[in-house]
C-alpha cells in the first residue's frame, strides 16, 4: 500500500477507505482497487 499510495500520490487511509481495506489485509497481485475516490469519477 505504501508504495502504491507514494507512486501515485494519495494517503494510504484514502486508499483503505475507498476500496474498504482492512490494516490486517495484504494486497496480492491481480487484486484491483481504486485510486481515486470511486464516489466522485464518472462510470
Excluded: G
Excluded at 30 to 43: C, G, W
Amino acid at each position: 500500500m505504501y508504495s502504491i499510495s507514494v507512486k501515485y500520490n494519495v494517503k494510504i487511509n484514502a486508499l483503505r477507505r475507498w476500496n474498504k481495506i482492512d490494516k490486517n489485509k495484504k494486497l496480492h497481485i491481480k487484486d484491483i482497487i481504486f485510486l481515486e475516490n470511486p464516489k466522485l469519477v464518472n462510470q
